[in-house]
C-alpha cells in the first residue's frame, strides 16, 4: 500500500501527522465546533475548512475551498518550482514527491509538509534493432567535469537552497564562492564571464529576457533554464563543497 503522509509545521510540541492510503482524503484548516477538519492549522488566518487532500498511488489531489485566497503548491527540491491552486479549484494533480502547501495569512504565511511515495519510472530493456540509425541529438549537451558547468552550478546555488530566492549571483560572487574550489582559486572576472557568456551563446542557447536588466539578463536566463530542465540539481551542489 503506498501511503501519503501530511505533517502539519509549528502545531503543538509535536507536529500533528496524518497518513493516507490510496483513494483516502483529509481535510485541513483551522477547524471549529460546526467544521472540523483532520489536519488543524492554528491560525487565525486560516479558513475553518481550507482544502481537501485526496491520496491517488504516487500523486495527490488538491482541493481549495477558500472562495479568496489562492494555495501555492512548493516542491522543496526542485528549485523554485511551484503550481498555484486558484479558489473553489477542485482535486488539482500535484506530481511532487515532496511538497509544501502554503496558505497566505496577514504577515506571512501557514503551511504544512506532503510527503508522497516515490514516483514509478519505466525499466525499458529495448532490443538493438531498435537502438539502430543516427543517434537522437541532444538538447542540452553539458560536460559536468568542465568549468562552465561549475559556474552553472554557483549560478544557481541560491535557488536550489532556497525555492523562493530571486538573487541571481553577480560575478564577483560567483569568483568567491569557487575560490575554495581546488583549480579555481585564481579564476578571473573575465573567465566567468567568458564562461557565462558561452553557456549563453552555445550551450544553452539562451535569448534576452526583456523584464531582466542587461547586466542580468544572461545569468537570469541560464538559471531559468537549467533549473526547468533540471540541467542542475541539488545533486550538483557537492561540486562546489568537495
Known sequence: MRTILLQAEGVGPEPAVLELSPGQEATF???SASAPVD???D???VSRRAGVIRAVEDYWLLTNLSRTSTLVVENPEGGGEFLKVTPLRAEAPVPFEFARVVIPVAGGSCSFLVFAPQHSFLDLDLPDTALAGEPTVSAFSLDQS?????VLVALCEPRLRDGSSAVIPTVPEVIERL????GYADLSRAAVNFHIDYLARTKLRVKPMPSTRKADWQRGALISIALRFDLVTDEHLKLLDP
Open 146 to 150: 568542465a568549468k562552465y558547468f561549475l
Open 29 to 31: 484548516g483551522r477547524s
Open 39 to 41: 489536519l488543524v492549522l
Open 43 to 45: 491560525h487565525p488566518g
Open 179 to 182: 575560490s575554495g574550489v581546488p
